[in-house]
């Protein structure tokens, strides 16, 4: 870690400092072009032969059945149950929330305009099952798709070596209304979900975080005309701390983030020198006690621990890398609030951990990596639907702008556009 310590830096250091790791991608998309292609083709009996060749498995049907559904539940403990309800339950009041009333505007006399929501019918949730299974994110995609109204929701989720889903995986989703679960994982899911099978439907959008073979195919899905989420990568955090901070949390916060990939990235900014320094003596300490320690050692070598001068040096910073999760261990954190520009979720405060919005917080943890913060939001109820506006005009309404329309369309020489109106106009002054 001693390599990636700077004490410091000067501004025109910045940019160097700035940079997230990245995976060696030579022939990756050819891949998964070849994997779409043949599922394209070949369908389930694509999809079977990729289950074989990548999770090591044979699968027959890949439709969950309710039997399945109903033995997983059983396997899940009732405190663990408890757990997951506890989280059901704030995910679901926090995205309730985010309903919009239709607001009707009278632009000016005669004419009224609105805008109403209308459910993405088919949308499908890819949940990773690899070395985490994350059932938490079928809280986070599965909820608001519930409260958007979406038609048909579709779970994709890799099947373990004995051919059966992680029984938690199963529990969640049933906890949550969904009905169509199917075992495939990676890149093949993104496949058939893009186009279709004899078994997985094809949907309109797709959402989920996956690997990078997951997340070209993603892209390749764009390529044919299938909506996603958000674009993704490795997960990340940046934590600034002043002398307020407690190094054993920082140094908690930046493993739990560190232990998801050894492409994680995760960034420590003090402007503490003493609280520094401990924080690193604390992560050596903690990092031994993991069971992913080898993970997260490697994710570390991705990563930067850096002393600035200031918070708002610190903050300058953190708008410049725009991380999916910003940590402000600092004294008075909602101060600081309006200088945040680029984030994707931000934890304000000594007792506000990344891992409890990853978990049971409320908000979506499906949030923009790799700098997308810039541009994206993360995953919230709009993800899920789409903005129709609504315009009605009256007989005083297309007089009182008639003319203008009229203007604009010949200036643009859309003559028919103009005619559209000036017919109406004439009818009007015809009494017709």
């Not at 070949?42 to 027959?60: H, P, R, T, Y």
Request: proline content about 4%; hydrophobic content about 40%.
């Amino acid at each position: 870690m001693t390599q990636n310590i700077f004490k410091f830096p000067a501004k025109s250091e910045w940019q160097s400092l700035l940079t997230r790791p990245t995976l060696e991608k030579k022939n990756l998309r050819e891949l998964v072009q070849d994997i779409f292609s043949e599922v394209k083709l070949n369908g389930d009996s694509a999809l079977q032969d990729f289950s074989e060749k990548f999770d090591g498995v044979k699968i027959e049907q890949f439709s969950v059945s309710n039997e399945e559904i109903e033995n997983a539940s059983a396997e899940v403990s009732e405190d663990l149950k408890n757990a997951i309800k506890q989280a059901k339950d704030n995910i679901l009041k926090f995205h309730n929330s985010q309903k919009n009333e239709i607001n009707k505007i009278e632009t000016q006399p005669g004419i009224s305009c609105w805008r109403e929501s209308r459910a993405i019918e088919n949308v499908g949730l890819y949940i990773p099952g690899g070395t985490a299974p994350l059932f938490s994110t079928i809280l986070m995609l599965a909820i608001p798709a519930k409260i958007a109204g979406c038609k048909n929701i579709i779970l994709c989720t890799p099947p373990q070596k004995d051919g059966k889903i992680n029984p938690v995986i199963l529990f969640t989703a049933q906890l949550c209304g969904v009905e169509k679960i199917y075992k495939v994982g990676g890149a093949q899911a993104i496949a058939a979900l893009t186009f279709g099978t004899e078994t997985v439907p094809k949907v309109d959008k797709i959402f989920g975080p996956g690997n990078q073979y997951v997340t070209a195919a993603k892209e390749l899905a764009v390529d044919n005309g299938v909506a996603i989420d958000m674009p993704a990568g490795p997960s990340e955090v940046l934590v600034i701390a002043d002398s307020s901070a407690n190094p054993e949390f920082c140094a908690a916060d930046l493993l739990s983030q560190a232990e998801h990939g050894i492409d994680s990235q995760v960034i420590f900014i003090a402007t503490d020198e003493t609280i520094f320094e401990k924080t690193l003596e604390e992560i050596n300490l903690q990092v031994e006690e993991l069971p992913r320690n080898e993970i997260a050692k490697k994710a570390l070598e991705n990563s930067r621990f850096i002393l600035l001068d200031s918070v708002e040096n610190a903050l300058e910073f953190s708008n410049l890398y725009a991380p999916e999760h910003l940590i402000l261990s600092i004294e008075n954190p909602e101060n600081y609030i309006d200088l945040i520009v680029n984030a994707g979720s931000v934890f304000l405060g000594n007792y506000s951990p990344e891992a409890a919005g990853d978990y049971a917080t409320g908000t979506n943890h499906t949030l923009p990596t790799n700098g997308f913060a810039r541009n994206y939001s993360g995953v919230s109820l709009d993800s899920f639907v789409k903005k129709i506006t609504f315009q009605n005009l009256t007989e005083i309404g297309l007089k009182n702008i008639g003319k203008s329309v009229e203007l604009m369309a010949e200036a643009e020489g859309l003559f028919a556009h103009k005619n559209a109106v000036s017919l109406r106009l004439k009818s009007l002054e015809n009494g017709i």
